[in-house]
């Protein structure tokens, strides 16, 4: 039982790039979710998924698109990336919309763009 | 709205005193409030989280946590730090709907010998 993995852990862009950054849990989670972390601020969501084939924008979703073809993968993908958008992405999931529902984190993924 | 606030950026203690991290929240309503931990380059871990029941919330590894409505606080403590405590701790309210998680700035907790 692996949780919340992601994929790739490390990458260097450069402006106007474009990636894909896979988030994957094997808990059968209904619900997923994607953060970015900044120096000195908490989490903040970019956009998370009620189910497969649904997506929703969070709180900083400009810049960003996401895909949740299957129940077990979010993808996070960066069209043109900007050196704004440099940061640490977390992927997160939980069984349940209900406030309390423990969300569960994956180890992140580090972005650099140049 | 829902917010959080965490009353110390830093908070420095020596091996074997106790903990206290200070958190403070906003909230229209009966708020899920959450202590993760988050180690040097890892991700995030549940520490403890708080659902309406018991006011006094015990987590993992020794730490624990106490509601307290009147004064809108959660602060987190731990009788005795270990080195390996030594991390960046949020506290996070959930705001509902989509269960919307809304974090604190993080406290750096350093742990000296």
């Known amino acids: 039982n692996a949780g919340v993995t992601q994929t790739p852990k490390f990458r260097v862009l450069k402006t106007g790039q474009s990636m894909t950054l896979l988030c994957a849990q094997d808990m059968n989670h209904e619900y997923m979710y994607w953060y970015r972390q900044d120096p000195g601020m908490g989490l903040r969501l970019i956009h998370y998924?009620?189910?497969?084939?649904?997506?929703a924008k969070g709180e900083v979703p400009d810049g960003y698109n996401v895909s949740r073809l299957k129940k077990q993968n979010f993808l996070l993908g960066l069209e043109s990336a900007a050196p704004s958008q440099t940061s640490v992405y977390f992927c997160?999931?939980?069984?349940?919309?209900?406030?309390?529902?423990?969300?569960?984190f994956g180890p992140g993924t580090r972005l650099l763009v140049l | 709205a829902q917010s959080v606030t965490q009353l110390d950026s830093h908070v420095s203690v020596s091996e074997g005193t106790p903990v206290l991290l200070r958190c403070n929240y906003s909230s229209s309503y009966s708020p899920s409030l959450f202590w993760y931990v988050q180690h040097p380059n890892k991700g995030l871990q549940l520490l403890l989280k708080?659902?309406?029941?018991?006011?006094l919330v015990k987590g993992i590894n020794g730490f624990e946590a106490e509601f307290k409505k009147s004064e809108t606080s959660f602060h987190l403590t731990k009788p005795s730090a270990h080195m390996s405590d030594a991390a960046e701790y949020f506290c996070v309210v959930s705001s509902g709907g989509y269960n919307k998680l809304i974090f604190g700035a993080g406290t750096r907790l350093a742990v000296h010998p």
């Open positions: 997160a999931s939980s069984y349940s919309l209900n406030p309390g529902s423990t969300q569960y």
């Open positions: 998924s009620v189910g497969e084939g649904t997506t």
């Open positions: 708080y659902t309406s029941a018991a006011t």
